[in-house]
């Protein structure tokens, strides 16, 4: 993907430095229309844009340069993402509001439950506070096998383990019931599957539960707004090392709008935690400030 990227913006670069003969040569053969009804300057942003981000990449290359890519591409570029490892301490979130993103999976593999505290300010950015379970008995083999550093997280407080080799959804269910005597979850994003019971439990306790769908029109806006906050240096979740290796497991897949989600068939190690972040992300940027939902004030980003 480097290389590929690397010969479009030499192709581009070329383009923009060399100019109109050049341009007049070569770039109108995936362009016909440039200078026309595709503005050169557009067209110089967007290459600007894709070198940071790997799902625009694809696009530009698709659509401006006439290449066939791949679907699934890899999408988080990870020394961005390392650059938002401020220090969260929980203690200061507390009384703060926030809102979950929940990912039962399967009761053999990981859980995740993830908090996103919005700003308050216009200097604060979005907090992020994951939480991981994976059944104690599993932990050993899952290690070996996967070659996951699952028991040294466990050991720093980075996944907690439930006894036997299920995770138990009471015991999850008490965790955010505790969790929420310490801030404010004013909602729960859920994936639907496997969750009908733990969505009623919920909700008989008080709790405002979300269900949030999997495809393209649930997790394309947060999605793309996870990626230019974490460009930005807007996501700062405290280097949290189990989160960091599922986000770094994410590939996307694009459908022909440009929308895009995860792709767990392509992401063949756990996602779990990042697409719980997704979800969380979703529900405080529609009502973090206690006011309209952003995309209602600015629509979606299509990159």
Same mark, same amino acid.
């Given at each position: 993907? /480097?290389?590929? &990227?690397?010969?479009?913006? #030499?192709?581009?670069?070329?383009?923009? !430095?060399?100019?109109?003969? $050049? %341009?007049?040569?070569?770039?109108?053969?995936?362009?016909?229309?440039?200078?026309?009804?595709?503005?050169?300057?557009?067209?110089?942003?967007?290459?600007?844009?894709?070198?940071?981000?790997?799902?625009?990449?694809?696009?530009?290359?698709?659509?401006?340069?006439?290449?066939?890519?791949?679907?699934?591409?890899?999408?988080?570029?990870?020394?961005?993402?390392?650059?938002?490892?401020?220090?969260?301490?929980?203690?200061?979130?507390?009384?703060?509001?926030?809102?979950?993103?929940?990912?039962?999976?399967?009761?053999?593999?990981?859980? /995740?439950?993830? &908090?996103?505290?919005?700003? #308050?300010?216009?200097?604060?950015?979005? !907090?992020?506070?994951?939480? $991981? %379970?994976?059944?104690?008995?599993?932990?050993?083999?899952?290690?070996?096998?996967?070659?996951?550093?699952?028991?040294?997280?466990?050991?720093?407080?980075?996944?907690?383990?439930?006894?036997?080799?299920?995770?138990?959804?009471?015991?999850?269910?008490?965790?955010?019931?505790?969790?929420?005597?310490?801030?404010?979850?004013?909602?729960?994003?859920?994936?639907?599957?496997?969750?009908?019971?733990?969505?009623?439990?919920?909700?008989?306790?008080?709790?405002?539960?979300?269900?949030?769908?999997?495809?393209?029109?649930?997790?394309?806006? /947060?999605?793309?707004?996870?990626?230019?906050? #974490?460009?930005?240096?807007?996501?700062?979740?405290?280097?949290?090392?189990?989160?960091?290796?599922?986000?770094?497991?994410?590939?996307?897949?694009?459908?022909?709008?440009?929308?895009?989600?995860?792709?767990?068939?392509?992401?063949?190690?756990?996602?779990?935690?990042?697409?719980?972040?997704?979800?969380?992300?979703?529900?405080?940027?529609?009502?973090?400030?206690?006011?309209?939902?952003?995309?209602?004030?600015?629509?979606?980003?299509?990159?």
């Amino acid at each position: 993907m /480097a290389s590929s &990227l690397h010969q479009a913006s #030499t192709f581009v670069g070329l383009l923009i !430095t060399i100019g109109v003969h $050049f %341009w007049g040569y070569y770039s109108h053969k995936a362009n016909p229309s440039l200078g026309i009804t595709v503005d050169v300057s557009k067209l110089r942003s967007a290459f600007l844009s894709a070198k940071d981000n790997p799902v625009e990449e694809n696009l530009f290359r698709q659509l401006r340069l006439n290449q066939w890519v791949k679907q699934a591409v890899r999408w988080m570029p990870m020394d961005k993402w390392d650059l938002c490892k401020s220090p969260v301490d929980a203690e200061r979130l507390k009384g703060r509001h926030c809102y979950g993103g929940l990912d039962l999976s399967s009761t053999t593999d990981v859980t /995740a439950f993830v &908090l996103v505290f919005p700003p #308050t300010d216009d200097e604060e950015v979005y !907090t992020v506070l994951p939480f $991981f %379970w994976i059944p104690e008995d599993t932990i050993e083999l899952r290690t070996r096998r996967d070659h996951v550093p699952y028991d040294v997280w466990e050991k720093k407080g980075l996944v907690f383990s439930t006894e036997g080799n299920v995770v138990h959804y009471g015991f999850i269910e008490r965790f955010i019931m505790e969790l929420s005597c310490k801030c404010e979850i004013r909602e729960i994003a859920v994936d639907r599957w496997n969750a009908t019971q733990v969505i009623q439990n919920l909700t008989d306790e008080g709790f405002t539960l979300v269900p949030f769908g999997q495809g393209f029109k649930d997790m394309s806006p /947060a999605t793309k707004e996870l990626m230019k906050l #974490t460009l930005e240096g807007k996501n700062a979740h405290g280097g949290h090392e189990a989160l960091r290796w599922m986000a770094d497991n994410i590939f996307i897949r694009t459908n022909p709008a440009g929308n895009i989600k995860p792709d767990k068939e392509k992401s063949t190690e756990r996602i779990d935690g990042a697409v719980a972040l997704i979800m969380a992300l979703d529900r405080a940027m529609r009502n973090g400030s206690g006011g309209d939902s952003v995309y209602d004030e600015r629509g979606l980003i299509i990159v």
